[in-house]
């Protein structure tokens, strides 16, 4: 593991119905049982703030702490949950995150970890949405460059009702892997273009992953 300083992994966890969820829960017991749990300090939204009423400054002490931002949601009509919208709306606030004197996020990075109801095949221009996924996430990727962000290529798992156990645990994996060792695989990414994505594929091929991602114990 890099060099790091206590917890400087936020990881902003918003699913609506998290005790019905496949993907989130199964996200979220990998990350509890890794090793990268001694660096991530993890933020049920729903959980901290049911009643929708966000404590500003308890979030922004936990964005200041952090190196690298992680939103980890299913995609909901296109976007981001509510609460995860209302808490991007009432945090991130002028002065503070961005606009004259709004430095506090400058050089952090930001990585979207999220799930699509749609399969991969759904998101291009002959197919049901349209448009390639990474059109849709444009302004994950335009709030983050408004906030001095680097903003990491997303990964992202397609067709989540149809997910096979096995699909489950490799999307677990790279996601865990790559928090464990952060920020030694994210340092030479670009900010992603539209339509690029980490994606776990759902179809026979074994996954596939970087040399980096390949080498080493999950």
């Known amino acids: 593991m890099p060099e790091s300083s206590p917890r400087d992994i936020l990881v902003l966890a918003a699913h609506p119905d998290l005790a019905r969820s496949q993907v989130t ?6 990350l509890r049982a890794s090793p990268a749990a001694a660096r991530v300090e993890l933020r049920d939204l729903y959980r901290l703030y049911p009643d929708f009423h966000i404590h500003v400054e308890a979030e922004q002490r936990a ?18 949950p509510a609460l ?29 970890v999220a799930s699509t109801g749609g399969g991969g095949e759904a998101y291009s221009e002959a197919g049901h949405n349209h448009h390639a ?12 460059k408004t906030c001095g962000m680097h ?16 699909e489950l645990d490799a999307h677990a994996r790279l996601f865990v892997k790559r928090l464990q060792h952060y920020p030694d695989w994210c340092r030479s990414l670009a900010a992603p273009e539209v339509g690029d994505e980490e994606a776990v ?13 390949a080498g080493g114990a999950a």
Not at 99 to 112: E, I
Not at 203 to 213: A, I, V, W
């Open 25 to 30: 829960q199964t996200l979220l017991r990998a």
């Open 63 to 80: 964005l200041q702490a952090a190196r690298l931002v992680v939103m980890l949601h299913p995609i909901y009509w296109y976007s981001m």
């Open 84 to 112: 995860q919208k209302l808490w991007l709306d009432d945090v991130l606030r002028l002065g503070w995150a961005y606009g004259p004197g709004g430095t506090a996020l400058h050089g952090k990075d930001f990585w979207l």
């Open 133 to 144: 996924i990474g059109e849709f996430l444009l302004p994950y990727q335009q709030s983050a």
């Open 151 to 166: 903003c990491l290529p997303p990964q992202i798992l397609h067709a989540a009702h149809r997910a096979t156990e096995a």
């Open 201 to 213: 594929a759902l179809d026979e091929r074994p996954p596939m992953f970087t040399e980096f991602e």
